[in-house]
């Protein structure tokens, strides 16, 4: 996720800047495939993959979008949205577990909703498979998307020439260097990122760390914030809730 300072409901600098962590070229693929950046509508419909899906020469897992809902289709395994931004339309799929959450409530038509999601590929129909949807509180969140996308296109030309640079000049070990995760560029404070590394260990197993285990693993003078840090981190898109509203992965 790459630092914004844009918008605080997401985040985009960790597609980038996880190369710096230690670990072979695989481990560096993976973390970049885990990707999650702000995208047009348009830009998903037009990729030339879903498998391997790839914009602005960033490979990229999870997407965020922004748009307004035109249709509402609902099934006794799912619900099914048309979503419309300034630049096409996609369908959005929300599979409904056996005992149906609060979560699970259906969004009204014409309402301006954002997703978390992944680009799928069915009957040569692309569409999004949810992995969080919730409507906007604030209409200036259409303005910050659309500045979030353009930040993204801006820091993925800035790397690539950094990229070039370090081709051209292997030994320039300036041009090398990157922040690490304490830097001002994943836009947390120093628990935000404590409570992040600690989510982030747990990331090999099936459903992430529980909200309690987290809790037994901090300092005791953040115990009290725990919660509205949590929520800040999966508002930002730092991390997402996995088999239930307390279990938790980082993106």
């Known amino acids: 996720m790459w630092s914004s300072n844009l918008d605080s409901s997401a985040s985009f600098e960790g597609g980038f ?37 790839k914009f602005w020469n960033i490979h990229a897992r999870m997407f965020i979008i922004l748009g307004l809902v035109r249709n509402v289709e609902e099934t006794a395994t799912k619900i099914s949205y048309d979503i419309e931004d300034q630049t096409g339309t996609i369908t959005a799929l929300k599979w409904l577990e056996a005992d149906r959450k609060a979560s699970d409530r259906i969004m009204q038509m014409n309402t301006y909703v954002r997703i978390i999601g992944l680009l799928r590929e069915q009957n040569d129909k692309r569409h999004i498979l949810i992995l969080r949807m919730w409507p906007l509180e604030d209409l200036n969140e259409l303005t910050n998307h659309i500045l979030e996308v353009t930040y993204a296109t801006l820091k993925a030309e800035a790397m690539a020439k950094m990229n070039k640079e370090l081709e051209s000049n292997p030994n320039n070990t300036k041009v090398h260097e990157e922040p690490n995760e304490d830097s001002p560029y994943y836009g947390m404070t120093g628990d935000q990122t404590l409570v992040y590394k600690i989510i982030h260990a747990q990331n090999d197993t099936e459903s992430g760390i529980e909200r309690s285990d987290i809790k037994a693993q901090v300092p005791k003078r953040i115990l009290s914030e725990i919660d509205n840090i949590l929520d800040f981190l999966v508002s930002e898109g730092h991390i997402y809730t996995t088999s239930t509203d307390n279990h938790f992965k980082t993106t």
């Open 17 to 53: 800047l996880n190369n710096s962590r230690k670990g072979g070229q695989d481990d560096v693929k993976l973390r970049r495939v885990q990707t999650l950046i702000p995208v047009m509508i348009k830009h998903l419909l037009s990729a030339s993959s879903t498998d391997e899906t």
